[in-house]
């Protein structure tokens, strides 16, 4: 019995969601932060993802297989993307540039597929809660 090649690459089952650019953390998960908002009152959270600064038009990339689940532009946040995946966690992916999303809410997705540009990258165990670090992830 001969062995065959397949025809296609071995691929990762999950790729880091800055791909092989160049980075830095600007906020990290768990932070506390106090933010002045443009009235003059502070606005205190605890930041639920990490923030990756790469230089404009990076490609942000889903980081697993999974289906869009949300895509759409928000005031305050940018542009953003949720991605529901076969591991039971959500990733979200905010403040993209605008007009830099790809998807569309039932779109399925590959890890490595660009999803758009920038990135505050947070994962969770349910949607719009149960917040994990995703770095624990990566």
């Given at each position: 019995q001969e062995n065959q090649k397949s025809?296609?690459?071995a691929r990762k089952e999950q790729v880091h969601p800055m791909g092989d650019a160049k980075f830095h953390i600007s906020s990290v998960f768990g932070e506390v932060r106090n933010i002045l908002l443009t009235n003059g009152q502070y606005y205190s959270?605890?930041?639920n993802g990490v923030d990756y600064?790469?230089?404009d038009g990076t490609p942000i990339?889903?980081?697993r297989d999974g289906e869009v689940v949300y895509s759409s532009g928000g005031e305050g946040i940018g542009e953003g993307?949720?991605?529901k995946h076969e591991n039971g966690l959500y990733?979200?992916?905010w403040h993209l540039q605008e007009g830099s999303?790809?998807?569309q809410v039932g779109d399925t997705v590959k890890a490595g597929y660009v999803t758009g540009s920038h990135l505050h990258f947070g994962l969770s165990t349910?949607?719009?809660s149960g917040y994990v670090n995703p770095e624990d992830y990566l």
């Open positions: 025809e296609e690459p959270d605890v930041h600064v790469g230089e990339h889903a980081y993307i949720i991605i990733s979200y992916s999303r790809r998807v349910s949607l719009w």
